[in-house]
């Protein structure tokens, strides 16, 4: 009879410690919990900030590629104008005179 | 007895154990979960800004690109036409040059005459004065002669007298009605200026051709 209260004591003191050991992990997982609800503030910031710093990278490389191609562009315009005044100068000399004499005609008709 | 107890309660120690360990496991699962769910929508809401923020650069930079090159046009076309311009001018300038060299040439009277004449025959004849320039003022004209094809043209008698007004023109003359009411400006000077719009365009399209 002895050995059999024992025994039940035995058990009770080990479900006690076991139901411990139940409650610790129950109050660690709850830490867990918290400390991650915390630290997701700040990681929906980091993914935030950082994609929208790729963005703004992408944003100033899109504009500096423009600029590049408006600036060849520019060339381009003014060295087809260089080309233009080129032929002006040169078909004026030739026709010089002849809109001279077309004047004067016009005039003294 | 004694080794069935300690089973048990080692195998309910052992239980506990593997209870906590499951416990602590969903709650780092659950952890990571929440992170990842927060990553996640940082990401998605970062998306849309960032959509918004590619597409105001993507006009910013279009509206810069148009800006620059449609100056540059300006300026090309501006500078194209400030030279034909100035050849335009220095062919009108050419032009006076040479009427300035034709009134000091024994052509130039039959010239003036015949523009005294036609502006005689515009005015309709009758009692007209002929304005000239100092220099042509001393040219021995025939008024009288003049006076002469006008009558026959307008079918009035004609009277021509030199004004004692000299302009200051390149050649040409001037004739207006005695009471001055009623001009013709057959100046050169006038000439040119009232047919200049004329001028300029027959000069572009002989010069730029």
Do not use: C
Not at chain 2, 86 to 105: F, Y
Not at chain 2, 122 to 142: F, H, Q, T
Request: glycine share 2%; net charge neutral; charged share 35%.
């Amino acid at each position: 009879m002895l050995a059999v209260l024992e025994a039940f004591k035995a058990i009770k003191e080990k479900h006690l410690e076991a139901k411990r050991i139940i409650d610790e992990a129950t109050v660690q997982a709850e830490k867990i919990k918290k400390e991650a609800e915390q630290k997701a503030i700040s990681a929906y910031e980091e993914a935030y900030n950082a994609v929208i710093s790729q963005a703004e990278q992408e944003a100033i490389e899109v504009k500096r590629k423009t600029a590049e191609e408006a600036e060849r562009e520019l060339e381009k315009i003014l060295s087809h104008a260089e080309e233009q005044a080129k032929e002006i100068e040169a078909k004026a000399e030739k026709n010089f005179e002849k809109a001279v004499d077309a004047v004067l005609n016009m005039v003294l008709q | 007895m004694m080794e069935s107890t300690r089973a048990i309660t080692e195998m309910i120690l052992l239980e506990a154990q593997k209870s906590a360990e499951h416990i602590i496991q969903e709650a780092q699962k659950s952890a990571e979960d929440t992170l990842e769910k927060q990553r996640q929508r940082g990401v998605n809401k970062a998306n849309e800004v960032a959509q918004s923020i590619f597409k105001k650069a993507e006009n910013e930079a279009e509206v810069i690109k148009l800006s620059i090159t449609a100056d540059a046009k300006i300026k090309a076309n501006w500078t194209m036409l400030s030279k034909k311009e100035l050849w335009i001018a220095a062919v009108l300038n050419e032009t006076k040059d040479k009427l300035r060299l034709l009134t000091q040439s024994k052509e130039y009277r039959p010239i003036l005459e015949k523009l005294i004449t036609e502006a005689g025959i515009i005015l309709g004849g009758k009692e007209l004065e002929v304005l000239l320039s100092e220099k042509d003022s001393a040219l021995s004209l025939k008024l009288d002669k003049l006076a002469k094809e006008i009558s026959e043209k307008t079918g009035f008698e004609t009277k021509l007298r030199l004004s004692e007004e000299k302009p200051k023109v390149i050649g040409g003359a001037m004739v207006r009605t005695t009471n001055g009411k009623v001009i013709m400006d057959n100046t050169f000077d006038d000439i040119l200026g009232r047919r200049e719009k004329d001028l300029r365009s027959k000069i572009a399209k002989i010069l730029f051709k």
